[in-house]
């Protein structure tokens, strides 16, 4: 009798005692969450920075560790196992990929990244939709939520794999187009959305729900294939937003506050920075999805005939560099190529020991990434102070500079974007280098930049360039500079 009652007594202490646990668990779920949202919220305000951009990194890695930790006390949680599978094989894959990847090749890296995120977020909401739709639990407002999900998150998957493979050049970098293609696309859309709308009506018609995953899947590939391989930056943070909007709708689906959060930071985060890298190209979004940038020039060639392009030796340009008053540094893709940013920052140094100053001129679309230029002086050290970001405050100091000189950028300082009408460039704010005494320009050759296009600087008469890899070029104006210093 004695242990039979000890057994009821034990039995309803822990009735008593498990809404308490669960109340408990809950609790410090919803604070972990609210702590990631936070961490969020702040790593994003420290990014607009580049001087506090590496704390906002470390501060969203924070951020999503406690989210991480938050979701593992839930205890919906079956099992630990596939996720420490997941885990380990996740970190094993990453940690390498994200040390090795050079600063040049980051957006494919982030489109591949954002293409297993997009894939997450696509099974969540299949595995879900089946669960809901086998319990009879589906309602409209569920099966919109997975509806909308597996719309963005499908779209994303493939989008992004396709962006990936420009940028490898796995694939060609070149629109890929067809008669009729806009239309095509837009009737594609119509179709999912008309599913997904049809889903919303009828929340068990699995037909629907899988028209939606298959036609989105098929409308990432078809929508990608006509847009350039130089575009793809603006792309990848469009799909960044759907997949943001997909993580969001996840959030909704499955009750989870910090996939709404997150969801929403990204979704608005991506949507903004492709209208601002837009913008900065003087293009509008239409133009970007459906205008097959990059495609080769048809009248090449019509200007008559190219005038050639003054040279300058390196031991003339290290000896007007060392006696510089003001110098300014426009730096371009080419920069990024030759990972020349250390040995730029010693040719300023020089420079700037002999008495004169040196400014950095950094355009918004300058290399291949927002703040891509910024990202590649910050590792050599350079002073954020002396760094030019407004395309208009750079152009006044260039009125008062002795040299003006362009490391490995071409379109950044295009003059047809502000004199010719017919050139795709124009619109674009530019650089005017010059507009400075002389201007050196350091490319390897004659190669055209991301939009295809002849640069009538290079043969205008205060331009000189100095034809090399712009590493080994600086590298060589280092070496003569010092000669000089040396010899007196
Ligand atoms: P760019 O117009 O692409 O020109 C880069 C130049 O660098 C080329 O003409 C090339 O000439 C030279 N170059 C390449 N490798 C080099 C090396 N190792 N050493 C020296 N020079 C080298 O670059 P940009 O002036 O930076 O302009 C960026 C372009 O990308 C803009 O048209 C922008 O709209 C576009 N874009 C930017 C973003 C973004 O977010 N930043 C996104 C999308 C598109 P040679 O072959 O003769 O050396």
Redesign the pocket.
């Known amino acids: 009798m004695l242990p039979l009652l000890q057994e009821v007594a034990a039995d309803s202490v822990a009735a008593a005692t498990e809404p308490a646990a669960s109340f408990l668990r809950d609790s410090i779920i919803q604070t972990t969450y609210l702590a990631a949202s936070v961490m969020f919220i702040l790593g994003l305000k420290s990014l607009t920075k580049p001087d506090s951009a590496r704390r906002g990194m470390q501060q969203a890695a924070i951020g999503m560790l406690l989210a991480v930790i938050g979701t593992l006390l839930n205890q919906h949680i079956v099992t630990y196992q596939w996720i420490l599978i997941g885990l380990v094989v996740g970190a094993i894959a990453g940690y390498p990929m994200a040390m090795k990847v050079p600063m040049t090749a980051m957006p494919q890296f982030i489109a591949f990244s954002h293409a297993f995120g997009a894939i997450a977020a696509t099974l969540v909401g299949v595995v879900e939709y089946r669960e809901l739709r086998a319990e009879g639990h589906l309602t409209s407002g569920l099966a919109g939520a997975l509806g909308f999900e597996v719309l963005f998150g499908a779209l994303t998957v493939t989008g992004s794999f396709m962006a990936f493979g420009k940028l490898q050049e796995l694939i060609t970098g070149r629109p890929i187009t067809f008669k009729g293609q806009n239309f095509f696309n837009i009737l594609l859309m119509a179709v999912a959305v008309g599913s997904f709308g049809f889903l919303i009506y009828q929340p068990t018609t699995a037909w629907a729900f899988y028209t939606v995953v298959g036609l989105a899947l098929f409308l990432g590939i078809s929508m990608v294939l006509p847009i350039g391989g130089?575009?793809?930056?603006?792309v990848i943070s469009l799909l960044n937003s759907y997949a943001g909007l997909a993580a969001a709708a996840t959030g909704f689906a499955i009750g989870n506050n910090v996939l709404i959060i997150a969801g929403a930071l990204e979704g608005a985060g991506g949507f903004i920075l492709s209208v601002m890298?837009s913008k900065?190209?003087n293009r509008s979004f239409g133009n970007v999805i459906f205008g097959a940038f990059g495609a080769p020039p048809a009248a090449a060639g019509a200007k008559g005939p190219a005038k050639e392009p003054k040279t300058i030796s390196t031991e003339d340009a290290a000896m007007q560099l060392a006696y510089a008053g003001s110098v300014v540094v426009i730096p371009?893709?080419?920069?990024a190529?030759?990972q020349?940013q250390h040995i730029c920052r010693e040719l300023a140094d020089l420079v700037e020991a002999n008495g004169g100053s040196v400014k950095y001129a950094i355009?918004?679309?300058?290399?291949?990434?927002?703040g891509?230029?910024n990202v590649i002086l910050a590792e050599a050290g350079i002073d954020y102070g002396a760094l030019m970001t407004d395309v208009d405050d750079a152009n006044r100091v260039l009125k008062d500079a002795d040299i003006a000189i362009i490391?490995?950028?071409?379109?950044?300082?295009n003059p047809d974007a502000e004199n010719d009408k017919s050139s795709p460039?124009f619109g674009?704010p530019i650089f005017r280098p010059w507009t400075a005494k002389v201007t050196y320009v350091?490319?390897?050759?004659?190669?055209?930049?991301?939009?295809g296009v002849e640069n009538p600087l290079f043969t205008l008469e205060s331009t000189r360039m100095i034809y090399?890899?712009?590493?080994g070029?600086l590298g060589t104006l280092v070496k003569e500079i010092k000669a000089l210093d040396e010899g007196h």
Do not use: Q, W
């Open positions: 130089g575009d793809m930056p603006v890298m900065a190209m371009g893709y080419g920069m190529v030759a020349a355009h918004p679309v300058a290399g291949r990434m927002p891509h230029l490391v490995g950028g071409n379109d950044i300082v460039l674009m350091i490319k390897r050759g004659k190669g055209v930049g991301f939009s090399g890899d712009a590493k070029a």
